[in-house]
């Protein structure tokens, strides 16, 4: 039916360089999330802050990150801002994408955190003589971290596996970026991606079980 | 001393407050009766700046209260509310609950802290659930443990909104009997209630409250035996 005899040393034997691929995915998942969160505890300040201009530049940021395709938002973080004489390196490029659309999800995900916690217990906090920093710090935030936690982890396999569109902007130094040179030298198509998916796999598995464990740790109420 | 003076307030156009007066002096246990809507919880409120007012005075010790210069969080430390949802803290165990603002607002040490809420927490009958989170305990004990939670921090005066009004009717008891050994203790006390019994039972004085107004105040026996005001007998003949 189909003639093609898999050689599926030739994908093992190169094992060793996808899985330097892959630490290098991992860091950007990594770097884009600590960034991703920063910047949407920011977005969620701004939204929560009364200030117009600040109101609508988060609310632009989320509904640009949330309603336009990923590969749109890499592309305008090395294409686009080229355009305006600014290059960035493909790495720097798929941090400054992935980052933006992390920093978009996680903003919805705080608001929904913050919408999930009644008003009361602030008040609480607040007539026991808590400031309302320390309100925030003390009760509505431990109670955000585990609503948004489990999304938080789900934001972060979204990451790894949009590492692959980094070879659009010329990254080749990832798993998918790796994995797509060694194709362009051996023409093990299938036997190489399905490697890369199986590594792929295993990256996000371990951090969805990772997740729940690390919650059910810190979550015991 | 709390002084009430004249105090107005409007949510919007609906005035929940129409110039109340009220003077509660140290070791008064007074409660405040009346239908929906009277204005009664948001006199509460009032009374520890978590509301504004519009017009009036509320001096807590000479101290007053909607003043720009007083420091509330400081005000709130001699004035415990405790509100019909008990509004425990989730992810704290019970005794983390009560340790949690003598730590952070008057900077307690741990040990002190936690030995202050276990002897608060004993006293309303949670000495074995010091270390469950309030998800596992019944809505009287999570009630019981807010009461402990606001007593920690040592207040001269204690507010209770509805304490037992979001209460299984079973677990009424067990919170009011925490309120009557604070009451016969010598606290200063400010219960909005429907429990009319408890009102009666333990209040030096009960005010009656009908919209935003406070038609009637006087000893137990007065009121409930002798009502004056036509609204006041209504009310009573309804809840009787």
Not at chain 2, 39 to 45: A, D
Not at chain 2, 143 to 158: K, N
Not at chain 2, 187 to 210: L, N, P, Q, Y
Request: charged content about 15%.
């Amino acid at each position: 039916m189909f003639n093609y005899t898999f050689q599926w040393n030739q994908a093992f034997n190169r094992l060793p360089q996808m899985l330097d691929g892959a630490l290098v995915t991992m860091e950007i998942a990594i770097l884009s999330m600590a960034l991703g969160i920063a910047l949407a505890i920011l977005l969620t300040v701004f939204r929560l802050s009364g200030s117009r201009p600040l109101m609508a530049f988060a609310t632009t940021w989320v509904e640009i990150a949330r309603n336009t395709p990923a590969l749109f938002q890499i592309y305008m973080a090395h294409f686009g801002v080229a355009s305006f004489g600014i290059h960035f390196s493909p790495f720097v490029s798929i941090l400054i994408g992935i980052t933006f659309n992390n920093a978009g999800y996680l903003t919805e995900n705080f608001r929904g955190a913050l919408k999930a916690i009644p008003d009361t217990q602030g008040r609480a906090g607040r007539s026991l003589g808590l400031t309302q920093l320390q309100s925030f710090r003390y009760i509505i935030a431990p109670q955000m971290l585990r609503i948004s936690f489990l999304p938080m982890t789900n934001q972060m396999v979204w990451a790894i596996l949009m590492t692959s569109l980094g070879v659009t902007v010329g990254m080749n130094s990832d798993l998918y970026g790796v994995t797509q040179d060694l194709n362009a030298l051996t023409f093990r198509t299938f036997e190489l991606f399905a490697l890369a998916a199986v590594i792929f796999y295993l990256i996000t598995k371990t951090i969805t079980l990772g997740g729940r464990l690390i919650a059910a740790r810190l979550f015991r109420y | 001393m709390i002084e009430i003076q004249n105090v107005r307030k409007s949510f919007g156009e609906l005035e929940v407050l129409k110039g109340i007066d009220l003077t509660v002096q140290r070791g008064e246990v007074v409660t405040v009766i009346g239908g929906s809507g009277s204005g009664k919880s948001t006199l509460l409120t009032c009374i520890n700046g978590l509301e504004p007012i519009d017009s009036g005075r509320i001096t807590i010790d000479g101290t007053e209260v909607h003043a720009k210069s007083t420091n509330l969080n400081k005000l709130r430390r001699k004035v415990g509310i405790v509100f019909q949802q008990w509004n425990a803290f989730p992810h704290l165990t019970v005794l983390e609950n009560v340790t949690l603002a003598p730590r952070k607002v008057l900077g307690m040490a741990k040990a002190e802290a936690e030995a202050i809420a276990e002897k608060q927490l004993r006293h309303v009958g949670l000495g074995d659930k010091l270390t469950t989170y309030p998800s596992r305990l019944s809505g009287g004990q999570q009630q019981r443990m807010a009461i402990a939670r606001a007593l920690a921090m040592s207040p001269d005066y204690m507010l209770f909104d509805e304490v037992t009004s979001a209460l299984d009717p079973q677990l009424v008891g067990e919170v009011l009997e925490t309120l009557k050994m604070l009451a016969e203790e010598g606290m200063t006390m400010i219960c909005v209630t429907h429990e009319m019994g408890f009102a009666r039972d333990v209040s030096k004085r009960v005010a009656f409250f009908h919209q935003g107004i406070m038609a009637e105040i006087g000893a137990p026996d007065q009121l409930f035996g002798d009502p004056q005001h036509p609204e006041t007998q209504k009310f009573l003949a309804n809840v009787r």
